[in-house]
Antibody, heavy 121, light 109 residues
Framework: QVQLVESGGGLVKPGGSLRLSCAAS????????MSWIRQAPGKGLEWVSY????????NYADSVKGRFTISRDNAKNSLYLQMNSLRAEDTAVYYC??????????????WGQGTLVTVSS | SSELTQDPAVSVALGQTVRITCQGD??????ASWYQQKPGQAPVLVIY???NRPSGIPDRFSGSSSGNTASLTITGAQAEDEADYYC????????????FGTGTKVTVL
C-alpha cells in the first residue's frame, strides 16, 4: 500500500541543524511532487516546502526560507528536509505528504505519521 | 499569501448533520481539500476537488463551494467523526503554492 515514513526528528539546541528523511513506498515516487508540512504543539497545520518530481522546482514558506532545504533522491524513493539555524518556533511535528494537483485543485494524500522536532536549550 | 478562516469549534448531536465552513479569497479560484485529524494521529484526506472522497472515506462526508466559501458536511455524524478538520487550497495570491485553514474542532454529543 502507499506509505510514507518519516525519521530524523529529535531534540536540538537553538541554532543547530537536523535532517529529516521520508521513505516512500507503494507508488512511483518519481512521478509526484512532495511536500513537508508541520504542526506546532496544539496548533494548526503549516505548509513548509515542496519539491517537484524531478527536483527542478522548490518552494518554501517565508518562515523557513533561507534556513531549510528540501531535496529528494528518486533512486532511493526518499525525500529530505535539511533544517539549519533552528529556532524555538520550529518546534513541531513534521509530516511529509504526497502532492496531488488537478485543474483548480491541489491536495495532500497520503501523509506520513510525522516526526517530532524539538528546538530547546 | 492568502488566509483560510474556519470556526474554531462546532458541536453536533449523534446522527445529525454538521457543516464546517472555510472562507478565503483563494477559494474563488481553487477548490478546497479537507483533512480529518484525530488526537496523536496524522491528518487524513476526506474530500478533494469539487466533491471527491478518497477510497475508504464514508459517503456521509461531502464537500461544496460557493464564492469564497468552501464547506464540509457530515450527514449523520458518528462518534468516530469527532476530530479536528482542516481545509486547504492552492494559493493564487502570492509566492506560496498552498494555504491551510485555521482548523475546526468537531465534537459529537
Amino acid at each position: 500500500q502507499v506509505q510514507l515514513v518519516e525519521s530524523g526528528g529529535g531534540l536540538v539546541k537553538p541554532g543547530g541543524s537536523l535532517r529529516l528523511s521520508c521513505a516512500a513506498s507503494g507508488f512511483t515516487f518519481s512521478d509526484y511532487y512532495m511536500s513537508w508540512i508541520r504542526q506546532a504543539p496544539g496548533k494548526g497545520l503549516e505548509w513548509v516546502s515542496y519539491i517537484s518530481s524531478s527536483s527542478s522546482y522548490t518552494n518554501y514558506a517565508d518562515s523557513v526560507k533561507g534556513r531549510f532545504t528540501i531535496s529528494r533522491d528518486n533512486a532511493k524513493n526518499s525525500l529530505y528536509l535539511q533544517m539549519n539555524s533552528l529556532r524555538a518556533e520550529d518546534t513541531a511535528v513534521y509530516y511529509c505528504a504526497r502532492d496531488e494537483v488537478a485543474a483548480r485543485a491541489g491536495w495532500f494524500d497520503p501523509w506520513g505519521q510525522g516526526t517530532l522536532v524539538t528546538v530547546s536549550s | 499569501s492568502s488566509e483560510l478562516t474556519q470556526d474554531p469549534a462546532v458541536s453536533v448531536a449523534l446522527g445529525q448533520t454538521v457543516r464546517i465552513t472555510c472562507q478565503g479569497d483563494s477559494l474563488r479560484s481553487y477548490y478546497a481539500s479537507w483533512y480529518q485529524q484525530k488526537p496523536g494521529q496524522a491528518p487524513v484526506l476526506v474530500i478533494y476537488g469539487k466533491n471527491n472522497r478518497p477510497s475508504g472515506i464514508p459517503d456521509r462526508f461531502s464537500g461544496s463551494s460557493s464564492g469564497n466559501t468552501a464547506s464540509l458536511t457530515i450527514t449523520g455524524a458518528q462518534a468516530e467523526d469527532e476530530a479536528d478538520y482542516y481545509c486547504n487550497s492552492r494559493d493564487s495570491s502570492g509566492n506560496h503554492p498552498y494555504v491551510f485553514g485555521t482548523g475546526t474542532k468537531v465534537t459529537v454529543l
